[in-house]
């Protein structure tokens, strides 16, 4: 099993990216996926996760209206796109899966996944 993100690079504020995930080995179709960030000397923070039907999403308040989490079920993949990028946006980003089928429950917190992406970095220049 390997979720594999793609997407980040070197960018300026004010930009846009898209980060994309792809699972491979398994389905996620019945699990919570999610994006966490990491920045330089900093702990790994929640961003944005969204359930396995796509119905509820939830993110963290300093992203709210300018980041989007998507997921497409059929390619087995899960997206951020991100807008108006800002330099404290600077980060590793991970994208995980939840060990348990259709849940939600704790879905912020990075113990209740089971399954991680190796990160995209996302840098933004002032």
């Known amino acids: 099993v390997q979720l594999q993100a793609s997407g980040g690079g070197l960018v300026q504020a004010g930009d846009s990216l898209r980060l994309s995930c792809v699972a491979s080995?398994?389905?996620?179709?019945?699990?919570?996926m999610a994006w966490f960030r990491q920045a330089p000397g900093k702990e790994r923070e929640f961003v944005a996760f969204?359930?396995?039907?796509?119905?509820?999403?939830y993110y963290e308040d300093s992203v709210k209206g300018r980041f989007t989490i998507a997921r497409d079920n059929a390619k087995n993949t899960l997206y951020l796109q991100m807008n108006i990028l800002k330099p404290e946006d600077t980060a590793a980003y991970y994208c995980?899966?939840?060990?348990?089928?259709?849940?939600?429950?704790?879905?912020?917190?990075?113990?209740?996944?089971?399954?991680w992406g190796q990160g995209t970095l996302v840098t933004v220049s002032s």
């Open positions: 995980a899966a939840e060990r348990t089928d259709y849940s939600v429950y704790n879905a912020r917190l990075a113990q209740v996944y089971e399954y």
């Open positions: 080995g398994r389905t996620f179709s019945r699990n919570t």
């Open positions: 969204i359930s396995w039907s796509g119905g509820t999403s």
